[in-house]
């Protein structure tokens, strides 16, 4: 039987390295074997608490977000800059720049394997827990780094972190991780439930799924159902909030309800 994708990896994006490209900067691209012509382009980022994880981890999403779609979507695992206990560690916003690195030169470069059978002016952008929250700051909050966001359609997120404030007041044994990548005062300004009180122009049209497991017992379910209204006040108009049992917090991203549900919500993006 032949494979359902093909598959482009470790795919380098700048800033490489001194010496070549960090494994923090690189993704895998996967496409639908027979691919029907240029198919919008799903950008997946990967859960981490920030210092954890690797692309190589999630090609079961990348691989159910094609299928889900009956071949009509690419897909991209990324890494990003994550941090350690280590003195010279990255902190904010360094995983953030990296994410925006990554984005843009998947909507820019021409290179890279797989690039001319994808369209790169529909991008969508899916994450799970802080690969949520740091898609949904690339969306909310300027970056001088990242003018494409007329190319981006969607945000979807699932058991994302969208205030940090409040997720240390639930479970304050948290910041054992949220103190690696974040100094104290960053705690409010890196939220994206706090960013969002200011809409901004250039994201108006990008349409906001907010996705949250029943069964998650890592993530509270307020991170979910504060943010999602606060996107609405902030003058968002399409906005859905998901809440069903998806599973525990690690898997549910890779359940086939959800990756139905993402794929749906992508495929009724409307035309520019």
Request: proline share 7%.
């Amino acid at each position: 039987m032949a494979p359902a994708v093909q598959v482009h990896k470790d795919i380098p994006y700048p800033p490489a390295a001194p010496g070549g490209a960090s494994e923090r900067h690189m993704f895998d691209l996967y496409l639908p074997a027979a691919c029907p012509g240029p198919v919008p382009l799903v950008v997946f980022m990967h859960a981490s608490a920030w210092h954890f994880g690797d692309k190589s981890e999630f090609g079961n999403v990348a691989t159910g977000l094609i299928e889900a779609s009956a071949n009509q979507l690419a897909v991209a695992v990324i890494n990003y800059e994550l941090s350690s206990r280590a003195a010279d560690s990255v902190r904010h916003p360094d995983h953030l720049d990296s994410v925006a690195a990554a984005v843009r030169f998947l909507i820019t470069d021409q290179s890279y394997p797989g690039w001319s059978v994808v369209d790169t002016s529909q991008v969508h952008l899916v994450g799970h827990s802080a690969g949520a929250h740091l898609l949904m700051l690339l969306v909310l909050a300027p970056h001088a780094e990242f003018p494409h966001m007329d190319a981006v359609r969607s945000a979807v997120g699932i058991g994302g972190i969208y205030d940090i404030p409040g997720l240390l007041a639930a479970h304050p044994d948290y910041s054992d991780f949220v103190d690696l990548a974040f100094s104290a005062s960053q705690h409010e300004s890196a939220s994206p439930r706090h960013v969002a009180q200011t809409a901004r122009a250039a994201a108006r049209h990008v349409r906001f799924l907010v996705v949250h497991s029943t069964s998650d017992e890592i993530m509270n379910i307020d991170q979910a159902l504060d943010f999602a209204p606060q996107l609405v006040r902030a003058g968002y108009q399409d906005v859905t909030l998901a809440v069903r049992d998806l599973g525990p917090h690690i898997t549910c991203v890779g359940e086939r309800e959800f990756l139905r549900m993402a794929a749906a919500f992508i495929g009724h993006q409307p035309s520019a």
